[in-house]
């Protein structure tokens, strides 16, 4: 039965290869702590996940579904697709950059008005392993997660929002954490520069410095673009 696993896998990855690249810097990668990563990325370089990565990819998409399900259930007048049943997003940079959001929160019921002072708010979901959600819920999503503070913060810059909320399913307990996240325009503008730094040195075809020069480093071991990334090590100037 082993041999089924296999050409699942092997499926699942040529399916994944198949998918149109995108050809714009996508804001959900810019706060990632490797700019060569996200160079990368924009420019199109082949990402190497495992099938059992990319399954779980899929499984988060589809719990944070249910998420939104269960707030609206719970009273949240929660709007993940606009008229054209397209998700809600933005494009910049003469469309080099672009964000696609989870979703808008326009109203609460009455019982929930109380932590709410102003509509709309930006939704943003992420499901989260128990020890990720556990640090997060213990000491926020700015201090833990500086990639998904970046995306929301640049999505509330773009989008016109003063507020974000924030929940986190923890995918073993099944429990959820809430954080109000108000805008913070210099942490905005910070992360918009960090774009535009990226664009530049590709247009000049310039690479950005990766976060090690040692590929046995955890972060790069780690990386889904560390092929692409050492084949041109040596012309990187850190």
């Known amino acids: 039965m082993q041999k089924i696993n296999e050409i699942l896998d ?7 290869k198949q998918e149109k690249k995108h050809d714009y810097l996508g804001v959900s990668s810019i706060g990632d702590d490797c700019l060569r990563k996200v160079q990368l990325q924009y420019e199109g370089k082949e990402a190497d996940f495992s099938a059992s990565t990319l399954r779980t990819f899929d499984i988060g998409h589809c719990l944070e579904d249910l998420v939104a399900e269960w707030l609206r259930i719970a009273g949240f007048d929660l ?5 054209n049943g397209e998700q809600f997003g933005f494009s910049t940079a003469e469309g080099r950059i672009k964000g696609h ?3 808008k929160i326009v109203d609460v019921s009455e019982d929930l008005k109380q932590f709410f002072p102003r509509f709309p708010l930006l939704w943003e979901c992420k499901t989260l392993n128990n020890k990720s959600w556990q640090e997060t819920a213990k000491k926020g999503l700015m201090l833990t997660k500086t990639l998904y503070y970046a995306q929301i913060q640049l999505y ?3 989008l016109e929002l003063e507020q974000c909320l924030f929940t986190a399913l ?3 307990s099944s429990e959820l954490y809430f954080e109000l996240i108000p805008f913070d325009s210099e942490a905005a503008q910070r992360y918009s520069d960090r774009a535009v730094q990226v664009l530049k040195a590709t247009e000049n075809n310039e690479s950005m410095p990766c976060i090690s020069s ?3 480093f955890f972060k790069c071991k780690m990386c889904a673009f560390r092929k692409s990334c050492q084949k041109d090590l040596q012309s990187i100037t850190y």
């Open 10 to 16: 092997a499926k699942v990855i040529e399916h994944r």
């Open 214 to 216: 040692d590929p046995s």
């Open 156 to 158: 509330m810059a773009y």
């Open 170 to 172: 923890n995918k073993d």
């Open 101 to 103: 959001i989870d979703g």
């Open 79 to 83: 709007k993940t697709k606009n008229e």
